[in-house]
Nanobody, 121 residues
Framework: QVQLMESGGGLVQAGGSLRLSCVASGTILDINRMGWYRRAPGKQRELVASISSDGSTNLVDSAKGRFTISGDNAKKEVHLVMNSLKPEDTAVYYC???????????????WGQGTQVTVTS
């Protein structure tokens, strides 16, 4: 079994900062990618940021210049530092990871339970 545990959400004023963290636990053979998605009220879930095992990162355009993703495969952690937050960043943020945990060594999709980020104007 694999679990993703998120922390760091909360309520912040526009212009403020938050740091989201996610730790994977369980029987983990390898991690290919970790990242963060978000779902705002009335909107579809979108990828915010991801980091691959080779260290390459991907950020949604609206987060570029404001958010930074970092990860440590050995510690099975991923972090998202969000600066200059805007009300439109308000959403439930979900940690996601592609993890090999069975002898077939295939990567499976795992999700955290989500953490609420609310940005007030």
């Amino acid at each position: 079994q694999v679990q993703l545990m998120e922390s760091g959400g909360g309520l912040v004023q526009a212009g403020g900062s938050l740091r989201l963290s996610c730790v994977a636990s369980g029987t983990i053979l390898d991690i290919n990618r970790m990242g963060w998605y978000r779902r705002a009220p009335g909107k579809q879930r979108e990828l915010v940021a991801s980091i691959s095992s080779d260290g390459s990162t991907n950020l949604v355009d609206s987060a570029k210049g404001r958010f930074t993703i970092s990860g440590d495969n050995a510690k099975k952690e991923v972090h998202l530092v969000m600066n200059s937050l805007k009300p439109e960043d308000t959403a439930v943020y979900y940690c996601n990871a592609w993890i090999a945990w069975k002898r077939d060594w295939r990567f499976y999709d795992f999700w955290g339970q989500g953490t609420q980020v609310t940005v007030t104007s």
